[in-house]
């Protein structure tokens, strides 16, 4: 096949036609280039007189360019008197210059010492700090630590980690006194945190936490917090799946604005921003588990975990919903009292009822927090988009609607007016990265900083609980209320007798009333020992009694003061063992002295007496005293091996193996 070349004419004859042009034009330059020059000789040669000659010659050097002044190679020296002069006149034109300074110096409007401006003491810090933070600006490039940061920058900027984090390293080490060490060693951790990967922000994490440890008071170190809030930030995963780095992220956030106050607006601005970002995302996993709670009836669950989210996330974007769940739950309570069958006197009921009265002090405890649910929603919430539902309920409940001031409106158009709003783009990336949705956090507002006290479900089981029992017991002390005052008597104002002191002993059987109820006149048993002595009994050092010693006689009682026995538990004295007694040792005399164990007999050798070098020597010898020959053992051939130095020999040679 015969290979062709691409030619940008469409055939040869052009191309050839296109050359012969090209050499003419480029013959004919130099023939014009006569023709203009001919006419302007020929007329200074013809000229016949001398004053058409002389205005020709002068036209024609008008006609002609000026010819250039060339520099002189070699410059003349000046003479002294020519540099006295020169010196002379710079000296006269510095004088002149600094007369004219004065002179403006001296016709300037004087300024009263009142009306100076004079840097305060919060100005002369900042100028210094500004000074610190640009400690490199004009500092020699050619330095080698400066070159070997610029490098490993560079190299960082183009994507290359691992070559930048080698400079850094060679920097550090090389040069442990360099005004770089601390740029240098924060620069190692964006290295590994630029490049991505759970191992490598693993590292990031503890550079940057070395680089807060070396140098705590420098203002980056509030950038390296912020960096560590961020590598959890990106690790973050949905409201529904693991939250621990949720929760690191908001403490690490957290801390950089507790710890850093003064750092840079932009990098608290920011770091502001995630927490609030990070917020949004717990206090979506708190409303969903809240919300599966409710979905299974489980109301001090669903109570326990909306309040978290109202107390701990008050930027949060749903938090109208939160309120009104909080309401439902509470509302919910107030639908099963209602449902509950009403007691009828003088007829026993068949299933569990509640009386009018108790189901009245119920509902007012429910449908009360119930209805301050919905109020907080309209009063805080009125530019939310759930605020109709809140007052929805609040009007099917016979309620008033409660009217936000202008303020309280203000503050939430404001708030609802910061969070942006999905689009296309956005919602593309929820669905294609999976990344937690932060869309609509809101971007004003200070979030909380600290914790409040948790609320659990046991604490609102106990609320509950307490809610029942002032509602049946109404007259009750509240847990946590003073005593009652003692009662006067209703006939002569005489205060009642007061009580009997309570002993704090054990109780014994002189406390147990009698049939008519009283404990003071009543007849009882005293209590004696079944058996006398130790040594029996039932083991377990407990004492069986008997009434009366085995007689049925009945005895009067001792007076209350007097008691019955000489037990801890009727004289009132604490007994440390609560009635049992004491487990101890029947035989309790002393132990004697520890003997000292006798000596261990002396090892003796069983061989015959013989020693073993002089065995050893017997063996190695025949009966005429020369040594004996030994045999090698036997060897199986099949262990060894086919090198050249045992060659097999026989069938052996056979074998392959």
């Known amino acids: 096949m015969r290979f062709t070349m691409s030619s940008f004419f469409p055939s040869r004859k052009a191309a050839q036609l296109a050359g012969l042009a090209l050499a003419v034009a480029l013959v004919s330059l130099p023939l014009k280039a006569q023709d203009a020059a001919a006419p302007a000789s020929t007329s200074q040669q013809t000229s016949g ?9 002068t036209a024609a050097k008008d006609d002609q360019p000026a010819p250039k002044k060339h520099k002189p190679i070699f410059a003349r020296v000046r003479t002294p008197d020519e540099q006295a002069k020169v010196d002379q006149d710079k000296a006269e034109q510095a004088k002149a210059a600094k007369a004219k300074a004065a002179e403006a110096k001296a016709n300037a409007p004087k300024v009263d010492k009142k009306d100076r401006v004079t840097q305060t003491k919060d100005t002369r810090r900042e100028i210094k700090k500004e000074s610190r933070d640009k400690i490199l600006v004009g500092k020699d490039a050619s330095l080698p630590d400066k070159q070997l940061y610029d490098k490993a920058l560079a190299q960082e900027k183009s994507g290359h980690f691992d070559v930048a984090r080698l400079d850094l390293q060679t920097l550090l080490n090389t040069y442990p006194d360099s005004q770089y060490l601390m740029r240098a060693k924060l620069a190692v951790a964006d290295c590994w945190y630029k490049e991505g990967g759970t191992a490598s922000l693993t590292q990031a994490e503890q550079e940057y936490n070395d680089f807060i440890t070396f140098f705590p008071n420098v203002p980056e170190a509030a950038e390296a917090q912020m960096r560590i809030g961020d590598i959890y930030f990106k690790q973050m995963d949905v409201p529904d799946r693991d939250y621990a780095k949720a929760n690191k992220a908001e403490a690490a956030y957290r801390t950089m604005l507790k710890q850093y106050p003064d750092s840079p607006k932009e990098v608290r601005d920011e770091a502001t921003q995630k927490l609030r970002e990070v ?8 409303s969903e588990i809240a919300a599966f709670y409710a979905s299974h009836e489980n109301w001090a669950a669903t109570i326990a975990r909306y309040d978290t989210v109202i107390d701990s996330y008050p930027l949060y974007s749903h938090l109208d919903d939160a309120l009104i769940g909080k309401g439902d739950a509470y509302a919910a309570q107030a639908r099963a009292v209602r449902n509950t069958p009403t007691c009828v006197p003088n007829v026993k009921p068949v299933g569990p009822c509640l009386s009018e009265d108790i189901k009245a002090r119920l509902l007012q405890y429910d449908d009360g927090l119930s209805a301050d649910a919905y109020r907080k929603v309209v009063l805080e919430h009125a ?35 910061s969070r942006a709003q999905y689009n296309i783009r956005r919602r593309l990336e929820l669905l294609m990265m999976h990344r937690p949705d932060t869309v609509t956090a809101a971007q004003i507002g200070a979030p909380p900083l600290d914790d409040p006290p948790a609320t659990t479900a046991p604490s609102i089981l106990k609320e509950i609980r307490e809610a029942y029992t002032a509602a049946l017991n109404p007259n009750a002390p509240k847990p946590g209320a003073a005593p009652n005052a003692p009662v006067s008597d209703a006939a002569g104002d005489t205060p009642a007798a007061p009580a009997a002191p309570v002993s704090t002993a054990a109780p014994s059987l002189l406390d147990v009333p009698g049939p ?17 002595g130790g040594a029996s009994g039932t083991g377990v050092g407990v004492e069986v009694l008997s009434p009366n010693g085995g007689s049925s006689a009945p005895v009067t009682a001792k007076p209350a003061f007097a008691p019955a026995s000489d037990l801890p538990s009727a004289t009132g004295k604490a007994d440390p063992n609560f009635g ?7 035989n309790t005399s002393a132990l004697p002295d520890v003997e000292k164990p006798a000596d261990a007999p002396d090892q003796i050798n069983e061989a015959a007496g013989k020693p073993q070098a002089a065995q050893a020597a017997d063996q190695s010898t025949d009966a005429k005293g020369k040594k004996k020959k030994t045999k090698s053992p036997k ?16 069938l052996d040679k056979l074998n392959p193996f």
């Open 383 to 417: 530019a939310a988009p759930h605020v109709e539902d809140a007052k929805e309920r609040l009007a099917s409940m016979g309620l008033p609607i409660p009217t936000p001031t202008a303020e309280q409106v203000a503050a939430s158009d404001a708030l609802e007016g």
């Open 635 to 650: 060897e199986d051939k099949a262990d060894e091996s086919s090198s050249k130095d045992k060659k097999k020999k026989g």
């Open 580 to 586: 049992l007694k004491t487990a101890a040792p029947t």
């Open 516 to 532: 008519g109820g009283s404990t003071t006149d009543s007849t009882v048993a005293p209590m004696t020992p079944a058996t006398e």
């Open 49 to 57: 007189t001398p004053a058409s000659g002389t205005s020709s010659s």
């Open 279 to 286: 917020q949004e995302i717990l206090a979506t996993r708190e």
